[in-house]
């Protein structure tokens, strides 16, 4: 990932490491939205995910992807 994509998790005491996957509450954190607003953006078809071992995973790259998108439309 990229300095943009450096979500911070409640209590945490510094920005996360690189990952390529990332939960539906850290992706509600980045964009200081709630969680429900990421599933129902998931389940728009705005934002991509997986589904690993029965939970909800963002792709580091579809993050990026989408913040460019968003940022083009601007």
């Known amino acids: 990932m990229t300095e943009q994509?450096?979500?911070r998790i409640?209590?945490?005491k510094g920005p996360l490491t690189t990952?390529?996957?990332y939960r539906v509450g850290e992706v509600a954190v980045h964009f200081s939205v709630s969680s429900?607003?990421?599933y129902r953006m998931?389940?728009?078809g705005d934002l991509k995910a997986?589904?690993?071992r029965g939970c909800l995973r963002v792709p580091a790259e579809e993050l990026l992807h989408f913040?460019?998108?968003?940022?083009?439309?601007?």
Request: glycine letters at 4%; a positive charge; aromatic letters at 8%.
């Open 67 to 74: 913040e460019k998108q968003r940022r083009d439309d601007w």
């Open 19 to 21: 990952k390529r996957y």
């Open 10 to 12: 409640q209590g945490q």
């Open 50 to 52: 997986i589904r690993l």
């Open 42 to 44: 998931i389940d728009m």
């Open 5 to 7: 994509m450096t979500p």
């Open 36 to 38: 429900q607003t990421v």
